[in-house]
Nanobody, 119 residues
């Protein structure tokens, strides 16, 4: 059974930072964590889910334009963890953030975590 758990969200003032963490527990039948591509998405109510940042199994990085220069995605395969460090946060970064663990047809999502940027 796959378990994906996000943590680290909450309320932060504009200009502040948050560190989102996602850990994944995968049954051995689905392969090892280091073979998966990992990503963070975000979603506002009534809107589509949009990519924030992605790190492939080979450590190739992709960032949305709004995330470039402010957010950093990283992975720790020993801990089955992907981290999104978010700096210089803006009110428009307020959203639900979702962790994605994917390898072809094996595509898993966390339940999401709320981030609110407000003074």
């Amino acid at each position: 059974q796959v378990h994906i758990v996000e943590s680290g969200g909450g309320l932060v003032q504009p200009g502040g930072s948050l560190r989102l963490s996602c850990t994944a527990s995968l049954p051995t039948s689905l392969g090892y964590f280091e073979g998966y591509h990992l990503a963070w998405y975000r979603q506002l109510p009534g809107e589509q889910r949009n990519l924030v940042a992605r790190i492939t199994a080979g450590a190739r990085l992709t960032y949305a334009d709004f995330a470039k220069g402010r957010f950093i995605i990283s992975r720790d395969n020993a801990k089955n963890e992907v981290v999104l460090q978010m700096n210089s946060l803006k009110p428009e970064d307020t959203a639900d953030y979702f962790c994605n663990v994917e390898r072809g047809s094996a595509d898993f999502w966390g339940k999401g975590i709320q981030v609110t940027v407000s003074s």
